[in-house]
């Protein structure tokens, strides 16, 4: 199983980002799919999945500012944040599982990506 991010840096406070997860084939059609972040010093954080039929579920932390979102074609996962603030200055990884149900409990995820930082600046 293999999860590859990209799209994290550096950004103003109130700006976007969109992270990118990029799935081996057998995981991206079989897995719940999902976002965790660690921020310095906090634990983990389960922010964003989407199950292998498509339902999104969020944390009420990014909820109403984030979108996860799937490319077919390419196997890849994203997660759209609109308007970030500070508190959402954290590593961001990809996650994967093939097992149920699927949600925000990070507890729930068996293969991960490397991670991707995210660092906004108020």
């Known amino acids: 199983v293999q999860l590859v991010e990209s799209g994290g840096g550096s950004v103003q406070s109130g700006r976007t980002l969109r992270l990118s997860c990029a799935a081996s084939v057998y995981t991206y059609g079989n897995h719940c799919m999902g976002w965790v972040r660690q921020a310095p010093g906090k634990e983990l954080e389960g922010i964003a999945t989407m199950n292998v039929y498509g339902t999104k579920t969020y944390a009420d932390s990014v909820k109403h500012r984030s979108t996860i979102s799937k490319d077919n074609a390419n196997n890849t996962i994203y997660l759209q944040m609109n308007s970030l603030k500070p508190e959402d200055t954290a590593m961001y990884y990809c996650?994967?599982?093939?097992?149920?149900?699927?949600?925000?409990?990070?507890?729930?995820?068996?293969?991960w990506g490397q991670g991707t930082q995210v660092t906004v600046s108020s």
């Open positions: 996650a994967a599982d093939p097992g149920y149900p699927c949600g925000t409990n990070y507890r729930i995820f068996r293969y």
